[in-house]
Structures are given as C-alpha cells and as structure tokens.
C-alpha cells in the first residue's frame, strides 16, 4: 500500500470530487482515479460510490478513511523529526478559523510565521458552520489546528488553549424599553428612557436578565457558533424559550441589525463597535461568558510547525 494512494484517497474524501482533488494535488485527474482504483484492488473493496452527480464513501471507506489520515500524520511526524535534525521546519499546517477574530492579529501571526518558517506550508479555512464544524474537522483529522468559540467544556478528544473570555452583554436599540435610567449608550450619552422593567444596580448601571428578554425577537449567530451555543445554554438552563428572528454568520455585523430595530441581541462586549443608536447592558444571573481560544486534537501529538505555531499564538497572547 503506496503512501501516496492513502493522500489521493483523503483528499478525493474530503473534497466529494475527483476534479477537485486533482487540483489541490496539483496532478492529473487520471492519475487520482488510477490511484484510487489501485487502492481498491489491493483492499478487494470499493471505496467510493460514484454518480455523475456525487462522489460518497462506501463503508470501506468511512472505515478506512481515520485510519489514512493516521498514517499520513505519523509519516509526517517522521519527515518533521528528520527536519529538525537538518534545521528548519517543513510540512503543511492546515488551519481553521471563525469569520470574525477580534483578539488575534491571525495575518500578522501568520505573515510572522510565514517569514521564520518558509518551509511550512500553511493552508487556512473559514468555518461556515461555526466552531463545532471546526471541532467536527479537528477530531476527524481535516485540519491540524483551529480558532474556536466553544461554549462550556471541550468536546471529547480536543485540547483548547483558551486566549480570551468575556461576559456575553445585552445589546438594545436606544430607544428600547429595557433601557433603563442610568444606562449609556455608546457614544456615551446618558439614555433617558422610564425606568421599570430594567433592573437598576447600586451604582446606578441598568441591567436586564434573560426573563426581561425572553418576549424580543433575537438577532444571533447561526447554531454552532460558540456564543450561539453559550446563549441557548443559558436560556435552557432557565426554563425559558426565545425567538431568534435573524442568524447572522458574522458576529461583527449582529449589532448592525440590532441598531436598525430588527431586535436585540446577547453577545460578547468586543463585537459591539462604538456609535450612536446602541445601548449595551449587563445581564444578571445567567452567568455568560463567551470563550476563545485555539485547539488542537489531542489524539495526534502536533508536528513539529504546529508547536511552532502554538509557541508563536502563546508569544501573542502575553504581548497583549
């Protein structure tokens, strides 16, 4: 069994397509299918189904697919500890990444790593799904590292570095009824509105809880996504039930909507950007927090440019 087969096989697996797969191998379409079709004789088993209109996996295939990738990695690792002898890192890093990433300068990090270590390929891609589709695609082996939102503890099999967290806050349009006296906007004028169903602090700053919201259409990132999860926790954890009337992929943009009345919305402080029309207000007894950090998949030990990059992360993280 030729290393290579294995490669043509995962990569046919991930991209459902044998045209796409020639071209991220940068070979021929030909040369894939002879390679697959080498891989099955020699396993005595189809591997793929294939239509003129999809390419699936079989259950040979499902079966042997961990095991591919496991094979490649561990042929990786050897490359990487012949590299370090020699000096100089070599290998691909595959990372995954949220839309929006507010507390980590990722091109500067990458442009930084990029220049130390010109011998490492870096490949990245955005997660349409949020961060459990970066979990999903760490644990089956599709990318080597992520940057993830993951409400509460890890799922099984992940090692999360955590980088930031943060209390997840109400976000109102100024004119609200929740947005009570004392409460501010944010350009910092006072936000005269009738006190009664906000709650009012000691030291004067209006709060709300998840019952004073539970009534207001929601405008929320897509299931999946970290602060999603958190804020359905919460409300799950209360007994409550809410609407969420607008799902929004980039969390940079949920206040946008909120601003225009199209509904509030509970989420973390740092996606909220200054201007008039917004009032932001604590939110009492749910306890939510919303969670960054960078994982990997702690089944593979990480080659040698993933500690790289995880040492060059931790060396951001403490210029902060």
Same mark, same amino acid.
């Given at each position: ?13 991930e ?43 079989t259950?040979?295939?499902?079966a ?8 490649i ?8 500890a ?12 595959r ?10 300068d ?9 220049? /130390? ?9 955005a ?14 082996g599709?990318?080597?590292? =992520? ?26 349009? =100024? ?23 906000a709650?009012v ?8 809880s ?12 897509p ?6 999860? /958190? ?15 607008? /799902?929004?992929?980039d969390? =940079? ?65 403490? /210029?902060?």
């Open positions: 069994m030729e290393l290579r087969h294995l490669v043509y096989f995962v990569t046919v697996a991209e459902r397509n044998f045209s796409r797969a020639a071209q991220r191998l940068r070979v021929v379409q030909s040369g894939v299918s002879a390679a697959i079709r080498a891989l099955e004789r020699e396993l005595g088993t189809p591997l793929f189904e294939r239509t003129s209109q999809r390419v699936a996996l259950d040979a295939g499902t042997l697919l961990p095991a591919a990738r496991a094979t990695d561990a042929a990786q690792a050897a490359r990487d012949v590299d370090e002898v020699r000096g100089g890192l070599r290998g691909t890093v990372i995954g990444t949220l839309i929006s990433v507010g507390f980590v990722l091109p500067g990090l990458l442009g930084q790593f990029r220049a /130390e270590h010109p011998g490492v390929d870096l490949r990245m891609r997660a349409p799904t949020g961060s459990a589709g970066l979990a999903r695609a760490l644990l089956d599709e990318l080597d590292v =992520a940057f993830v939102s993951l409400a509460g503890r890890p799922p099984a099999g992940l090692s999360v570095r955590v980088l930031v967290a943060e209390p997840i806050v109400a976000v109102l349009p =100024a004119g609200h009824r929740l947005a009570g006296a004392g409460a501010t906007d944010l350009a910092g004028k006072s936000s005269r509105r009738p006190a009664g169903t709650s602090g000691p030291a004067g700053t209006a709060s709300v998840l019952a004073d919201l539970v009534d207001e259409p929601f405008v929320d990132s299931p999946g996504y970290g602060n999603r999860t /958190e804020v359905d926790r919460g409300f799950a954890a209360a007994g409550l039930q809410r609407r969420v009337a607008l /799902e929004v992929a969390i =940079a943009t949920v206040a946008d909507y909120v601003r225009n009345g199209l509904g509030v919305a509970l989420i973390p402080r740092f996606a909220v950007r200054s201007g008039d029309g917004l009032v932001t207000l604590p939110v009492t007894g749910a306890g939510l927090r919303w969670t960054f950090g960078v994982a990997t998949a702690s089944a593979r030990g990480p080659s040698a440019a993933v500690r790289a990059l995880l040492d060059m992360v931790d060396a951001h993280r403490l /210029e902060r």
